[in-house]
DNA sequence: GATGACCTGTGA
DNA sequence: TCACAGGTCATC
């Protein structure tokens, strides 16, 4: 669930759910889940006997640190992951914020691909049916670039100014700036008026401002609304622009589905 | 950079 | 049966 909105709901629910309990134990039952050569003894060894003192996000990467210096847990949701909470009375808190769309919502329990198991009895869990997301023991942070959270007209100036990949790839890349999707960044490019097409640095100062303004209010908006699905650009395709009746164009940019308004995005 | 690959579920 | 899905990675 994968756009840095989803995640932040994540991380919510674990800061409030996860901190300050002993682990107890590890459910690692997919062994290819577990990247950089980490295993279900390692994860385990690793996170045994400690508790987790934060849960922190950059872009769609979720992180939680443990005491004593211990390592920190990094979780990756892919393209169907949510996070689950077991209070401990058996009861499951899902992670707050609104179903997604095009995955299976269902609780299949061999859809748990990762967990954390309490001392107190609960537990939390990484609910992936396609398995695209992941798990990692120390998580290289400094590959992502600035959370879209706090991105500067500095920032996005250098990144867009330099580049001659589509508007769209350089909002998608996740080095130049990280917590933007495939959903988030239609719906900011559609709010900021310009074309995903559009080469990066040919994107004037001008535009670039209104581009700023688009993401920071697709960021605020989207969130109070629930998520990033909840988008004022209709992704279907022929359907009237609600800025200006257009019809909607559908195609492929930076590899993934587009919609755009073909009027008012230039 | 664009492309395909990864993996699996859903709905037409 | 097929196209498609809100992500990321290796490869040309």
Redesign the pocket.
């Known amino acids: ?3 840095i ?2 995640v932040e709901q994540a991380r919510a629910v674990l800061a409030e759910h996860a901190l300050g309990r002993r682990v107890a134990g590890v459910h690692a039952p ?1 062994a ?1 889940y577990l ?1 950089r050569g980490a295993s279900a003894a390692t994860v385990g060894a690793a996170l045994g006997g400690r508790a987790f003192v934060a849960a922190r996000r950059r ?3 979720l992180l939680l640190d443990t005491d004593g210096g211990g390592p920190t847990l990094g979780l ?5 992951g949510r996070v689950l909470v077991d209070v401990g009375d058996g009861q499951a808190v899902l992670e707050g ?10 609780d ?1 329990v ?2 748990r691909r990762f967990g954390v198991r309490f001392a107190d009895g609960g537990a939390f869990y990484l609910r992936d ?6 798990v990692e023991i120390e998580p290289d942070e400094d ?2 670039g600035p959370d879209a959270f706090d991105l500067s007209a500095d920032h996005l100036a250098r990144i867009l100014g ?5 508007a ?3 909002l ?4 130049r700036v ?9 719906e900011s490019l559609y709010r900021g008026g310009i074309d995903p ?1 559009r080469t ?1 640095a040919t994107v004037t100062a001008r535009s670039r401002a209104r581009l700023l303004r688009a993401i920071r209010d697709t960021l605020r908006i989207l969130g109070a609304r629930g ?3 909840t988008g004022d650009l209709p ?1 279907v395709a022929g359907a009237p622009c609600p800025r200006d009746g257009a019809p909607l164009r ?1 195609g ?6 587009t919609y755009w308004c073909p009027d008012h995005q230039t």
């Not at 990756?76 to 169907?80: E, F, P, R, T």
């Open positions: 669930v994968p756009e909105l989803e997919d290819w990247k872009g769609k990467l990756h949701l892919g393209m169907s914020g609104d179903p997604l769309v095009y995955a299976s919502n269902r299949v061999e859809w049916p396609r398995r695209l997301g992941a590959r992502l330099r580049s001659k990949a589509p769209k790839a350089v998608m890349n996740q080095a990280a917590g933007l999707g495939n959903l988030l960044v239609d097409a990066a998520g990033s699905h992704r559908r492929r940019v930076a590899g993934r589905t």
